[in-house]
């Protein structure tokens, strides 16, 4: 059983649209991250949400943890061929939990941005 | 820049061998990982180490064990490699500034098929 459902599992959108990826539980996470990784490489941390209801941005990307902490959202403005990639959500220590750095992974979603 | 460092990019192994898969860190983190990585299933945790010679499953242990035996080294071990373990490899560490609340950081990845 996943615990961090991610969708949608594909995006093949045209450079210059707007795209938002889901990640959702049952469980409430203590923080909520998400990566993003490249072909032929490691994952990469773009951003750690921490409070529920917090909204973060960084450039283009807007990321959001729901109020619960069971949830949360990228949304891309405006792709470009360069965000093409796999985006991971990454749940750290659920409540009642213990950590050591543990974070439970969703699926992942494959954007592709064409130009 | 930090590091982590896996041994091999790309590995092929025949059925029952016994694999080696090693993972070095020059941060001096205390907890590293051993996360697989299949398409549609994200990243699973194999195994994770909070210490030297501390140990701990993961999500999918069967099939393999690792050590630990310097802070900055975590080898995975396939005691006898079968065709259902061919997958990616990430090796992770991170160092937990507050519980719950941290970054992890991976090397490149080994994809390793067993034939």
């Known amino acids: 059983t996943q615990l961090l459902e991610q969708s949608p599992q594909f995006l093949s959108i045209q450079e210059g649209e707007n795209l938002t990826v889901y990640c959702n539980s049952s469980s409430v996470f203590s923080s909520l991250q998400w990566y993003r990784q490249e072909p032929g490489e490691g994952p990469v941390l773009l951003v750690t949400?921490?409070?529920?209801?917090e909204v973060k941005k960084l450039k283009r990307l807007t990321f959001q943890f729901g109020d619960a902490r069971k949830d949360s959202s990228l949304h891309i403005t405006a792709a470009q061929p360069g965000d093409t990639g796999l985006y991971l959500c990454?749940?750290?220590?659920?409540?009642?939990?213990?950590?050591?750095?543990?974070?439970?992974f969703g699926q992942g979603t494959i954007l592709t941005v064409h130009p | 820049d930090v590091k982590v460092t896996q041994s091999s990019r790309y590995l092929v192994k025949r059925t029952g061998e016994k694999v080696f898969l090693e993972c070095v860190q020059d941060?001096?983190?205390?907890?590293m990982f051993w996360y697989r990585q299949d398409p549609g299933l994200g990243l699973r945790l194999i195994y994770f180490?909070?210490?030297?010679?501390?140990?701990e499953k993961g999500d999918i242990p069967e099939g393999y064990s690792v050590s630990r035996e310097k802070k900055e080294r975590f080898s995975l071990i396939l005691e006898s490699a079968s065709t259902n373990q061919t997958s990616m490899y990430l090796c992770?560490?991170?160092?937990?500034?507050?519980?719950?609340?941290?970054?992890?950081?991976f090397g490149q990845g080994t994809r390793l098929t067993v034939v």
């Open positions: 992770a560490s991170s160092l937990e500034y507050i519980p719950g609340d941290t970054e992890a950081f």
């Open positions: 990454a749940g750290g220590a659920r409540a009642g939990g213990t950590s050591y750095g543990k974070l439970t």
């Open positions: 941060m001096d983190h205390e907890n």
């Open positions: 180490s909070y210490d030297v010679k501390m140990k």
């Open positions: 949400v921490v409070t529920g209801g």
